[in-house]
Structure formats: structure tokens, C-alpha cells
């Protein structure tokens, strides 16, 4: 007599299967996170804060507020200025004075009152770098009108603007965050960064107004009054409603111009104003802004 052979299977509980899914889950889990905070701890850190000696001021004048006195003091942080202004406090930083990015930014004297300790200080703020800790590190702090995005766009604004000087420090690497005026060997007071930080607005150029035009001999004499500073850019254009108007000439402190008078029946002449701002050692190569002012019309 034949018999079936019956093969059973000896699997563990269906309990035991999901506990060990459950144990290896978590593990992996673990190590996603083992590894993300390795990557964290190899960030560098640093605190952004001043203090007393350190304050930053802000100066009000008549080409940033037109009714303001003339003034400079720490800035208040009870809320914005009195003309509406909310400055935006800002750390760069980088492994080089010439390559600093924008690590982080806070609001000095929001509506409600700002979170610092004293009118002129920031609230102390935890700063995870973008570049690792451990080596030294080049830095500078920027104070703008938070209205634009960027400190370089409220210069060019004319709008309220400030820089410390770079500094050097060694930002943490694991759970330790030294302060920027003092942790980390700054050399934040050898470069003078423990003094004011002063706010301000940068006064616009000067509006060129044409003088009589001279024409003799076939030639037009056309001057202007202006800054000798400045670089001026003649242009021309033979249709007010055209955008192609082209340069004739320009140069810094160039008040006066002698042209041929062209075949058309019209011309119309303006002036660009040039104004060369201050050099900032931030995103790239040191480069200059430049503000530009248009008359307009001929």
C-alpha cells in the first residue's frame, strides 16, 4: 500500500515575521539617521550676536527721511523706524574674504518689538554654516533695509545700509556654536569690529541740468552743471518715442560736450549719472555697484 508523503513547511509565527521587518526598519532607520547627523555635526557653527561696544546705529538724514533730524543712535528695537523701515541683520560667511554667501538673517526691529537684548542688538541667533567647522573661516555682517532682498539693491536704492569689517574666526564643528565677537579666535575686535556698526543711507547724485546750448560753426556746445566725481554719459536719441538712445561720450567729471550737428532734423540729449558705491567682498570677486540716475527727457 502506498502512502502520500505530506512535506510541511516550518515557518515562524506571522508575529516573529512582522517583529523582525519592524528590527530591520528601525535599524535602517538608524543609520539614515546616524548619517544625517554626522553630516550636521561636520557643519560649522557659530552664534550671531554684538554687544554694547558693538552696537549697531542707525543715522537718519534728510535724503532717506525728509522730515527726520539728523541723528544717530542705537536702533531702537520697540518695532520699525519712524519712517517705517525694518532692518534685516545678516551674516556671510566662507572659506575665503572673496567667495562669502549669506549664511543666515534676522530682523532687528520687526512690528512688535524685536528679540534682542538692547536697542542696537540683535536676538542672539544659532547659525549652521554652509562650509564645514573646525578650519578657519572668513566672515562680515551687513545691515540693510529688509524692504530688498539684498544689502547691495538698498545701496543702490539709497536706502539704509551697513557693513562691519571681514573677520576670521574657527566655527564649531560638533555641538558647540562660539560667538562671532569673541568664540572660535575671532579676530573680530583686532580688525575693529568692536566699535558702532553704523546704518545709513547714501545720498543720491546730484540732478544735471543742461546750460544754453551753443551752436557755431557747424558744432553743438552742450554743458551741464554736476558733480566732478561723478562719470556723466552723453546720450542721443532722434525720437523720443524710440528706447535705442546711444552714447556719445562719457567720463568721470565730464561737464561739457562739443558735437557736429547730425543730418536730422531733430536731436534730444540726455544724461546717465555713474555713481560708484563702495566695494563689497561678498558672492565673487570684490566688484563695484553702480547706481543710475536718468534725468529723462532732452
Not at 543715522?59 to 518695532?79: H, K, M, R
Not at 541683520?89 to 538673517?105: D, E, F, I, K
Not at 539704509?160 to 573677520?167: R, S
Not at 552723453?234 to 567720463?251: D, F, K, M, P, R
Request: net charge negative.
Amino acid at each position: 500500500m502506498k502512502y502520500p508523503l505530506h512535506l510541511t513547511a516550518l515557518l515562524p509565527p506571522a508575529g516573529s515575521l512582522r517583529k523582525k521587518a519592524d528590527t530591520m526598519t528601525s535599524a535602517l532607520l538608524t543609520i539614515v539617521l546616524a548619517a544625517a547627523s554626522l553630516a550636521a555635526f561636520a557643519q560649522g557653527k557659530v552664534t550671531l550676536c554684538n554687544d554694547t561696544s558693538s552696537l549697531y546705529i542707525v543715522c537718519s538724514t534728510s535724503y532717506v527721511c525728509g522730515d527726520c533730524p539728523v541723528t544717530c543712535e542705537p536702533v531702537p528695537i520697540s518695532g520699525p523706524l519712524h519712517d517705517g523701515t525694518v532692518l534685516e541683520v545678516g551674516l556671510y560667511g566662507g572659506t575665503s574674504s572673496v567667495s562669502m554667501t549669506l549664511q543666515t538673517t534676522v530682523l532687528l526691529n520687526p512690528l512688535g518689538g524685536g528679540r534682542g537684548a538692547c536697542n542696537g542688538e540683535p536676538p542672539s541667533t544659532h547659525v549652521i554654516c554652509t562650509f564645514p567647522g573646525g578650519s578657519p573661516a572668513y566672515f562680515q555682517v551687513a545691515v540693510w533695509d529688509s524692504f530688498y532682498a539684498t544689502p547691495q539693491d538698498a545701496e543702490m536704492a539709497y536706502g539704509y545700509v551697513g557693513w562691519n569689517h571681514i573677520f576670521q574666526m574657527t566655527p564649531g564643528f560638533s555641538i558647540s556654536y562660539p560667538t562671532i565677537n569673541g568664540g572660535g579666535g575671532s579676530t573680530w575686535a583686532a580688525v575693529g569690529d568692536e566699535s558702532p556698526l553704523y546704518v545709513t543711507g547714501y545720498p543720491p547724485p546730484m540732478r544735471p541740468i543742461f546750460g544754453p546750448v551753443v551752436v557755431t560753426n557747424g558744432l553743438i556746445v552742450l554743458s551741464w552743471n554736476g558733480d566732478p566725481s561723478l562719470n556723466y554719459e552723453l546720450q542721443v536719441n532722434t525720437n523720443l518715442a524710440q528706447t535705442n538712445w546711444w552714447t556719445l561720450t562719457s567720463g568721470v567729471g565730464l561737464l561739457s560736450e562739443t558735437t557736429h550737428i547730425s543730418g536730422d532734423s531733430q536731436c534730444f540729449y540726455r544724461l546717465v549719472v555713474h555713481n560708484p558705491a563702495p566695494f563689497f567682498l561678498v558672492s565673487g570677486s570684490p566688484r563695484p555697484f553702480y547706481r543710475v540716475a536718468d534725468p529723462g527727457g532732452p
